[in-house]
């Protein structure tokens, strides 16, 4: 059975199923974020006094600039199959799943830091909203990860077999890992410079 | 959308520019936060440096720039709920602002705590 | 129950043969981890069915207590352990159990599954003329996600401890230290990624997979119904799911996202930072709550307005008013939540502001309710089972909403709020209000689903013992709540003298009605399984109805149509002047 428009975009709306589907999954992220946010406002406004300089700013701007990399690149692994050039996309791709990693072992001594000070989420609201939203934001960097091996493994079998839909789904796995980028630019001065 | 490999092409240059300029505006709000504003000014110029290199990251990279109505309807929507959520449940309790959150009754903040009888 | 069957002989047509090729999957593929719409909705409405009873009978055991405090509860009361009620008399941590899991598995566990994924996923689809939702394999997973978080909550009486003990709003600091909690927050956290995986389904699905001349004015209201209950899914759902993950924190990770600084218990300080908000929770629990709601009552206006459209042989009244009011309605839902939250010290302010657009939202309820009523005005009513349900929704909802309004005003929400008045109100929307809804749609496509209909003598009997029994507990608690008895009082009331007398009383004759109630649904849980079987056997087109589904075979195959389905006109096209049958089917061509 063939669900219609999977592929192809439908007239009137001009959309394929999953590009609509992939943009309402990140709106509901943008609501999650949001709560964690509005979160963020009321246990600082509630605060007699707030943290500042307990984080890395050096850490947390490296991080920053590969994350910004990692999306130059995911964009361009999606462009390069676009314009057929199967090796370019294989390279970018395999790439932007390189800085996440890097990303992630960043975060990983910075985490160690803190714990080894014992300063974890149960210290100050402070350090429970950052380890809450950077760890959220972390397992979401995780889950583009697992995608983009699966696409890198043996999910890149569909663009042999249906080189338009892999093209697609490339491209929804980009508008994700945009997204994800797209948190930590606010993340990132909201918890490490403000 | 672009199908075309020559379209493509053409904004692969426009990829690598924006990369650059997100990676600069990265560096000013660094500097920014050296400069030692106060705090609502600081908020503010933060704010609006990462929504700048945020609308870059939509616009260009996720296509926002040119995509349809549906998507842009679903994202009006979402966002009017987002600004409503950060900031309606502030309204609140804005009298409360600067001044720690305390259960009643409890001693102030930072004295030993006195035993309640219920 | 995960597995569907679906037997009962299928009318004249081969419901398995189609034009489309397909592998032979084996049982496993075909009804437990289906992919097909159809199986899906039947394995979320039997276990939504199952929940529904299952949250039911929790209340049945609560209603003991509050008839008669203290007394030991008959039958089961020395089967249920020590910790629960000792010599068999029911203790009040068992009692918030009950009370708190009873509102958890009713709203998240029996009617929006059953509203949602089983209407929504069985019919929506087939009225629209498509092959399937559009996401078949993760409409499979949100079934499946679903059924672990019931699971998880079900498991949660079994636990140190017992179940969530807090109500189902979980309000901090309580919450944070009691017991039960744990696992009701992981349970929710399953059942929100389900509900938000099949939020973005339903809409993708109605947006791109609409039949050839199916425009939007063209959709019958219970689509336009599901896709609203859909938006609010997929937007309010996500804080709550964040709460949840904060709530989690707070507990297992010593967080004070929630709590307060210089909090004692039981006489000793908690060791925690402090400096959280427990208005926080409340902030976000109820961005979520207030749209759920709204969750509740849109399916079962949808299926009201299908048998009520059906059973006038008239088209709907005011069907674009209606359609206005829906996607109002779904939006004013997000900026009312406060009204939940008068009495946590707001300024006069933002009070007004949440009563505003409190008063507001009651407008397009009110013009839906007044377009259906005005729908039966000149009607041939036609009194098919579904259609007594239908009916007995208008008046019902009615009260409901008329009772809010006391409550959505803070000068008298004062006095109510917290009360039995409280549970009385919802209780009218939700129980004579949307489950009724849901039995009329059972009656009304239980024959598409599986090509019989069901008793209607044991119908009849069903809904009236079901309408005088429901009205009959619930109509008695304005009394009691105005009469200034608290929710969530283990004895009832029974040790404030204000109480005593006709407030207490009550609660008796509230208990035998919602035994009573119990015994009547009997006649329906038989005649749900025995018609199966040997229900009267139907055409495709039973009720003689206009909308697509009833163009396809009972029931309808793998992909649905046997041949693709073209719309020509709009949902409700009865006794159209000069047309010989007085109904004229959405998918008939013009005549030459």
Same mark, same amino acid.
Not at chain 3, 154 to 173: C, D, E, I, K, V
């Given at each position: 059975?063939? *669900? ?20 309402? %999954? ?39 600039? *590969?994350?910004?990399?990692? &999306? ?33 072992? $960043? ?72 997204? +994800? ?8 001065? +909201?918890?490490?410079?403000? | ?13 426009? /990829? ?103 | 129950?995960?597995?569907?069957? +679906? ?26 981890? &289906? ?37 030991? *509860? ?45 209407? =929504? ?54 919450? +944070? ?28 699905? *109605?947006? !791109?997979?609409?039949?050839?001349? #199916? ?129 946590? =010290? ?28 005005? &729908? ?30 006391? #409550? ?13 008045? @409280? ?34 003598? #044991? ?11 429901? $009205?009959?507990? %619930? ?10 008895? $608290?929710?969530?009082? /283990? ?29 009547? !649904? ?43 389905? @073209? ?26």
């Amino acid at each position: 059975m063939n *669900i219609p428009y999977t592929v192809e975009t439908r007239p009137d709306t001009g959309l394929a199923n999953g590009k609509l589907g992939i943009w309402l %999954f990140l709106a509901s992220e943008v609501m999650l974020f949001g709560a964690l946010f509005s979160t963020y406002i009321i246990l600082r406004t509630g605060a007699a006094e707030w943290p500042h300089g307990e984080l890395s700013v050096l850490l947390g701007a490296i991080n920053t600039v *590969i994350l910004i990399s990692s &999306s130059v690149t995911m964009v361009m692994a999606w462009a390069s199959l676009k314009m057929n050039e199967w090796s370019k996309h294989r390279l970018y791709l395999i790439l932007t799943f390189v800085l996440a990693g890097v990303f992630l072992v $960043n975060k990983y001594f910075e985490y160690s830091e803190h714990l080894a000070l014992g300063e974890g989420p149960w210290a100050s609201t402070f350090l429970a909203i950052y380890f809450t939203l950077t760890g959220l934001h972390g397992l979401h960097i995780v889950g583009g990860m697992v995608v983009m091996a699966y696409f890198i493994g043996p999910g890149a079998k569909m663009a042999k077999t249906s080189p338009e839909q892999f093209t697609n789904r490339i491209e929804y796995t980009g508008l994700y890992w945009h997204f +994800v980028d797209l948190v930590w630019i606010f993340l990132f001065p +909201v918890l490490y410079l403000l | 959308m672009q199908s075309d490999p020559a379209e493509v092409k053409k904004t692969v240059r426009k /990829y690598f520019m924006i990369g650059a300029a997100l990676l600069l505006f990265t560096a000013i709000t660094v500097a920014a936060n050296l400069i030692h504003l106060a705090v609502p000014l600081a908020i503010t110029v933060a704010l609006i440096i990462a929504t700048i290199k945020g609308s870059m990251v939509a616009a260009v990279f996720m296509h926002l720039n040119h995509e349809k109505k549906w998507i842009y309807a679903s994202l009006m929507l979402t966002i009017v709920f987002f600004i409503v959520l950060l900031f309606v449940p502030l309204l609140t309790i804005s009298d409360t602002f600067g001044t720690h959150i305390s259960a009643p009754g409890a001693p102030a903040h930072g004295e030993s705590g006195q035993e309640r009888k219920d | 129950m995960e597995h569907v069957a +679906v037997p009962g002989k299928p009318t004249g047509e081969h419901a398995h043969e189609h034009a489309h090729a397909h592998e032979e999957l084996g049982f496993l593929w075909k009804y437990v981890f &289906s992919q097909d719409h159809k199986v899906i909705g039947i394995q979320y409405a039997i276990t939504g069915l199952l929940f529904l009873f299952f949250g039911f009978t929790l209340m049945m055991i609560m209603r003991w207590q509050l008839a008669y405090p203290g007394r030991p *509860i008959p039958l089961i009361g020395g089967l249920l352990g020590a910790a629960r009620a000792s010599q068999g008399i029911m203790l009040p941590e068992f009692y918030n159990q009950l009370g708190a899991m009873h509102g958890t598995i009713m709203v998240f566990l029996g009617v929006v599954p059953l509203a949602v994924g089983g209407f =929504g996923n069985f019919v929506t689809p087939l009225q629209i003329g498509a092959p399937d939702m559009a996401f078949p394999k993760l409409n499979m997973m949100s079934y499946w996600m679903y059924f672990i978080g019931g699971v998880v909550m079900l498991a949660s009486f079994l636990m140190p401890g017992g179940a969530a003990q807090s109500g189902w709003t979980s309000y901090p600091p309580l919450a +944070v230290i009691s017991d039960g909690q744990t696992w009701w927050l992981v349970g929710m956290i399953f059942l929100i990624t389900s509900s938000l995986l099949g939020a973005l389904n339903f809409i993708v699905t *109605i947006v !791109q997979l609409r039949a050839k001349g #199916l425009s939007w004015m063209r959709l019958p209201f219970f689509v336009w119904a599901q896709l609203v209950t859909s938006f609010l899914l997929l937007l309010a759902f996500p804080p709550l799911e964040a709460a949840g993950v904060l709530q989690l924190m707070d507990r297992l990770a010593g967080t004070s996202f929630f709590m307060p600084s210089g909090l004692v218990v039981s006489g000793r300080p908690l060791t925690v930072s402090g400096g959280g908000n427990p208005i926080l929770w409340q902030h976000l629990f109820w961005f979520l709550a207030h749209p759920e709601v709204y969750v509740l009552i849109l399916p079962g206006m949808g299926i009201v307005s299908e048998v009520i459209a059906n059973n006038t042989r008239k088209p709907l009244w005011g069907y674009r008013a209606m359609v206005y009011s829906l996607i109002f309605l779904g939006f004013m839902s997000f900026i009312v939540w406060a009204h939940h939250m008068f009495m946590t =010290g707001m300024g006069t302010t933002m009070s007004a502001f949440f009563q505003t657009t409190t008063m507001i939202i009651s407008i397009p309820s009110i013009v839906i309710l007044t377009a259906l009523l005005l &729908s039966l005005w000149g009607a041939s009513i036609r009194f098919t089972t579904p259609m007594l349900f239908a009916l007995a929704f208008l008046p019902m909802f009615g009260i409901g909403g008329l009772t809010g309004l006391p #409550l959505g005003l803070a000068p008298s929400d004062i006095h109510l709020h917290d009360t039995y008045y @409280v549970i009385g109100h919802f209780h009218y929307v939700v129980a004579p209000g949307t489950i009724f809804a849901l039995f009329a749609g059972i009656y009304y496509w239980f024959p598409k689903a599986t090509g019989r209909k069901l008793n209607d003598v #044991l119908g009849r009997i069903h809904f009236w013992g079901s309408l005088v029994c429901i $009205n009959l507990i %619930f109509a008695p608690m304005f009394i009691q709540g105005l009469a200034g008895m $608290n929710r969530r009082l /283990y004895d009832g009331g029974q040790q404030y003298t204000h109480l005593q007398g006709l407030p207490m009383r009550l609660h008796i004759w509230i208990g035998m009605a919602a035994w009573t109630l119990a015994l009547f !649904q009997l006649p329906f849980i038989f005649n749900f399984f025995w018609s199966i079987w040997r229900g009267q056997p139907v055409d495709r087109n039973p009720w003689q109805a206009t909308t697509l589904e009833w163009s396809a075979p009972s029931p309808p195959g793998h992909g649905n149509f046997l041949t693709e389905p @073209v719309v020509y006109r709009g949902p409700y096209e009865y006794s159209v002047p000069g047309a010989v049958k007085d109904f004229t089917p959405q998918f008939e061509p013009e005549r030459a």
